[in-house]
């Protein structure tokens, strides 16, 4: 089953720059959202390999805008089939879809919470949401990847888009209760090492990540709210 359908970033990008020290950010990024849906754009951080004269220098930390749901670069049309919103860590490393971007291509969609939906007592679906103690931002685990339009001439701006899946994991915690599947939540332990473009994907790399998001899922709680895309 799929998780995570909707999520909340309630911080402006400014913000977002300043927590994570962003060295370079892209010319049209996302606004503040309590509705985010597949399709949809999101933030997204990336570290980025230093080129030309800055070649072999730290790592460039980039804050870009990307498409909730990732094209994969052999795609014909970024319509043509449902959106890729989520991917499962225990299997992303095997599937041709999203094994090139677990060994070079990891990024972060930060989020200040997530909606789940969980029954009711009336036998309907209630929506839930998920968030971290004191407003802390959650970091998502996602893949991203480059597709291009082929119908774009080459110096147009549009003929490149970027887009994200954000990794999911077996529930733990509280949040076993709401659903059986979770999104991996990084935490700083290993953020620079999940972001750095100089280490390859590997089984190791995904299980530690994966391991380590467990000690965020035991500190995260969530409550009922009255509709999806209102502010709390």
């Given at each position: 089953m799929v998780m995570c359908g909707r999520f909340v970033m309630s911080r402006a990008s400014s913000d977002l720059v300043a927590l994570f020290d962003v060295d370079v950010t892209g010319d049209?990024?996302?606004?503040?959202?309590?509705?985010?849906?597949?399709?949809?754009?999101?933030?997204l951080i990336v570290d980025a390999a230093p080129r030309g004269a800055d070649a072999g220098g730290p790592p460039v930390r980039r804050l870009a805008s990307a498409r909730w749901g990732l094209v994969p670069s052999t795609a014909t049309d970024p319509r043509a089939q449902p959106p890729l919103f989520n991917a499962r860590i225990e299997t992303a490393a095997s599937k041709p879809t999203f094994h090139d971007a677990v060994v070079s291509r990891r990024a972060i969609v930060p989020a200040s919470g997530y909606y789940e939906w969980a029954?009711?007592?009336d036998g309907g679906k209630t929506?839930?949401?998920?968030?971290?103690?004191?407003?802390?931002i959650m970091l998502f685990a996602a893949l991203y990847e480059w597709w291009r339009n082929p119908h774009v001439a080459p110096d147009d701006p549009a003929r490149w888009l970027l887009s994200t899946t954000i990794l999911t994991r077996e529930s733990a915690g509280p949040l076993a209760e709401l659903h059986e599947r979770m999104p991996v939540l990084v935490g700083a332990e290993l953020m620079e090492d999940w972001l750095d473009p100089e280490a390859e994907g590997d089984d190791d790399l995904l299980e530690g990540v994966s391991g380590e998001s467990l000690q965020h899922a035991e500190r995260a709680g969530f409550r009922p709210v009255a509709a999806v895309g209102m502010p709390q």
């Open positions: 049209t990024l996302p606004e503040p959202s309590w509705n985010i849906a597949p399709t949809d754009p999101v933030s029954a009711g007592a929506p839930h949401l998920v968030t971290l103690p004191d407003d802390e």
